[in-house]
């Protein structure tokens, strides 16, 4: 059986956690979690890809991966290509696929790596490096090595101008900088593919950080998230390493009595109850019915979809918007989908205003997200300025009393966040069974509804789970504003 190949993926997840990779190529069988949003996010490295190679046009792309890659790299080489896209090396047991290389001075092939970031981070440095050692263990020399990454100070105005969207960094000398300790980190992840199918201590005594250890984590796959990383956090390798060694711990998990002897605090002793009337009272005392309690749902991507945006610009395209005309009044309910894939900010804007009125307090939680996308939509469309600038002036952000601590729950688990929040008050009120359980997901949903290819039923449910989406988090705020205002309430007179 020939030896398994150390490939840049796999050097990747060893600089991220050597164990991480013994998962991947040892124990493949656990499983490592599911990373959300995935699917979406290649997509998108794939598309940032293909549309780099308008930087270096005429190239050949090369097919296949690893040997048989790396044949079709040789054949190209020898056609007199000069440039190649995700052309492949392999060589003294490592596997490379860079994605740009174009021939350069004295017969040097310079590489350009191609990432969505919108800078240079010093991981990058390590995977450019794994890439230059291995080209040139193949026979293939290198010379300068280059990165380019979305800039993100590029507006979008007709066709999509590569050479605009990207800035290119020469990284030559940052990434000499690290190729010694490169060359002395590959015999290390190569070692990991000889670990045996039962961790040892000193496997795990070297983890840099156990709250991103998808191994020790598996423990705790049963906690709450945030009790999980506390549990965690109050653990160090040296620790875990030392119970490995006496048998304590295994991978099948820990013995209820072991998970009650940790150094392991409850919710209610991290954050016991708290209330703070007074507090709670002067927050909300001051709103100014009617009250408009709203939420977008915003589309993002490295490539800005329309004229006068920038990359990764959050574009509201959905929001839902309940009116409480008085304290104790039936919310009328609006809700605004824009339905075609097309700049929906002069639609959303001319919606919006058709509903609202010139007075009563806005109710946003993490208000600055939507207050930061009114002054967006007041930049693309300055004849709406005062409007959209004007509703910032009436904003409430119903987050406040919880991230101000004048009320803590163990139930919200040390956050704010609405996702927390709302369960713990609003029990009955819950995601787990709409068909969209996040904001990515709603992102990603908006291409899918307006693409005329898509089934009518299927599109139609996606509407629907859209607003239901949207709805519950509007909703939400409109229960917890209740809630507060009887906690807000004297208990007696004389208070």
């Not at 293939?140 to 990454?149: N, S």
């Not at 016991?272 to 009617?290: F, G, N, T, V, W």
């Not at 205003?353 to 993490?366: H, M, R």
Request: one cysteine or more; proline letters at 7%.
């Amino acid at each position: 059986m020939p030896a398994q190949l150390l490939t840049k993926s796999s050097f990747t997840s060893f600089i991220e956690c050597a164990i991480k990779l013994w998962l991947e190529k040892v124990r493949p069988d656990i499983g490592l979690p599911e990373e959300p949003g995935l699917e979406r996010i290649f997509e998108q490295g794939r598309m940032v890809d293909d549309l780099a190679r308008g930087l270096y046009p005429g190239g050949i792309a090369i097919k296949d991966y690893n040997h048989a890659g790396f044949k079709n790299t040789q054949a190209a080489i020898a056609s007199g290509a000069k440039v190649l896209y995700q052309p492949t090396a392999v060589a003294d047991g490592l596997s490379a696929r860079a994605d740009i290389l174009t021939l350069g001075k004295g017969g040097k092939w310079d590489l350009h790596e191609v990432k969505m970031a919108t800078e240079v981070k010093e991981d990058y440095l390590y995977d450019v490096a794994f890439q230059k050692l291995c080209f040139e263990a193949a026979g293939i020399p290198i010379g300068k090595t280059f990165l380019a990454h979305i800039n993100n100070k590029y507006v979008r105005q007709g066709e999509v101008e590569v050479d605009k969207l990207f800035t290119e960094e020469d990284i030559s000398a940052k990434v000499a900088d690290v190729m010694t300790e490169v060359e002395n980190l590959i015999p290390q992840a190569k070692a990991v593919f000889k670990w045996p199918r039962e961790l040892a201590a000193q496997h795990l005594a070297g983890c840099p950080d156990l709250t991103k250890c998808a191994f020790a984590g598996r423990w705790f796959n049963h906690f709450d998230p945030s009790e999980k990383e506390a549990a965690l956090r109050e653990l160090d390798a040296a620790t875990v390493a030392e119970m490995l060694e006496n048998g304590v711990v295994a991978l099948d998990g820990l013995s209820d009595d072991y998970l009650a002897s940790i150094p392991y605090r409850t919710p209610e002793e991290r954050w016991p109850l708290a209330i703070d009337r007074h507090a709670i009272k002067k927050e909300i005392e001051a709103l100014e019915y009617p009250l408009y309690f709203f939420d977008y749902e915003t589309y993002y991507y490295p490539v800005p979809p329309f004229d006068g945006y920038v990359p990764y610009q959050q574009i509201p395209f959905q929001y839902s918007l309940y009116v409480l005309d008085a304290e104790g009044a039936e919310p009328r309910i609006h809700d605004f989908l824009m339905p075609t894939f097309e700049d929906p900010a002069l639609a959303l804007i001319e919606d919006l205003k058709s509903v609202v009125g010139p007075t009563g307090n806005f109710i946003a939680w993490n208000a600055s997200f939507e207050m930061g996308r009114n002054k967006d939509l007041a930049t693309i469309h300055p004849e709406h300025a005062e409007f959209m600038l004007g509703i910032n002036t009436r904003m409430y952000d119903l987050m406040m009393p919880f991230k101000r601590k004048a009320y803590v729950h163990p139930g919200f688990r040390g956050s704010a966040s609405l996702k927390k929040v709302m369960p713990t008050l609003i029990p009955e009120l819950s995601y787990d069974k709409l068909g969209i359980h996040k904001g990515d997901e709603a992102s990603a949903s908006w291409p899918v509804i307006t693409d005329p290819a898509t089934p009518e039923e299927q599109r139609k449910k996606l509407i629907a789970d859209e607003i239901e989406y949207c709805r519950l988090d509007v909703y939400a705020m409109v229960r917890i504003l209740e809630e507060l205002r009887k906690i807000a309430e004297p208990k007696n007179p004389f208070e």
